[in-house]
């Protein structure tokens, strides 16, 4: 079974600061897919980012992009020029890249809670 | 695009009845549908999977004659909490993806509370 591991529970940064986010997950599959969801206080899941295993490239979504490390078996995100409207709980997530059962589930993390300070 | 919503988005309701919530792509054809809870402060706990057609998949230790999932469009899937208890109280949210999709789309979640 996979599992994903967030081992920051809180993380804290300044408005237009950067901020990382780590995320380790553990797998024996060689093609799978990779996230990041943003909870804000609303609880609404808002999907951040997307990295797909066989990709080599790091995934970029504007101020947000992804270290992604394959061996390593790490994911980490880095958020640039953080702003208010960041403060969120971040979970990062897997996917099996099979599509057969219920291989389409998403493994979370337990998440890490941002806060972007003044 | 790719719009997922729920309702109710809050229930209150007393324990021993029943309370569904419905789940529905607006924009897209949801072939699968997966429901979570969540409880304060925690991650998602993801509790069934459904296909469009079929019986819904269980995860381990969800109880499925308590918890009943029926997806039978490609558009709408409701999760239906019978004989509520208190202990039932909780965040629950939906997600969907569509065909040959990877990524799923949130609900903006159902709160539940059994008095």
């Known amino acids: 079974a996979q599992t994903v591991t967030q081992s920051q529970p809180e993380m804290s940064v300044q408005e237009a600061e950067t901020v990382t986010l780590s995320c380790t997950y553990d797998?024996?599959?060689?093609?799978?897919?990779l996230f990041w969801y943003k909870q804000p206080p609303s609880r609404q899941m808002i999907l951040v980012i997307r990295q797909e295993a066989y990709k080599q490239q790091n995934a970029t979504e504007n101020r947000f992009s992804v270290n992604f490390q394959k061996a390593a078996k790490s994911f980490s995100l880095k958020i640039s020029d953080s702003q208010l409207g960041d403060a969120a709980m971040y979970f990062c997530?897997?996917?099996?890249?099979?599509?057969?059962?219920?291989?389409?589930?998403?493994?979370f993390g337990t998440g890490t809670r941002l806060q972007v300070t003044l | 695009g790719a719009v997922v919503s729920q309702h109710p988005s809050w229930v209150i309701c007393k324990s021993g009845t029943s309370v569904k919530i419905e789940c529905r792509s607006l924009?897209?054809?949801?072939?699968?549908m997966f429901w979570y809870r969540q409880f304060p402060k925690q991650s998602l706990m993801l509790m069934a999977t459904?296909?469009?057609?079929?019986?819904?998949?269980?995860e381990q230790g969800v109880e499925k004659d308590k918890f009943l999932i029926n997806h039978a469009s490609l558009t709408l899937s409701t999760l239906t909490v019978t004989s509520a208890h208190p202990e039932d109280s909780s965040f629950y949210i939906c997600?969907?993806?569509?065909?040959?999709?990877?990524?799923?789309?949130f609900g903006p979640g159902t709160r539940l509370t059994v008095t």
């Open positions: 924009d897209f054809q949801a072939t699968t």
């Open positions: 997530a897997y996917r099996s890249a099979r599509n057969t059962g219920t291989a389409s589930k998403l493994t």
């Open positions: 997600s969907a993806t569509g065909t040959g999709g990877v990524v799923q789309y």
């Open positions: 797998t024996s599959e060689s093609d799978y897919y």
């Open positions: 459904s296909n469009e057609g079929s019986k819904a998949t269980y």
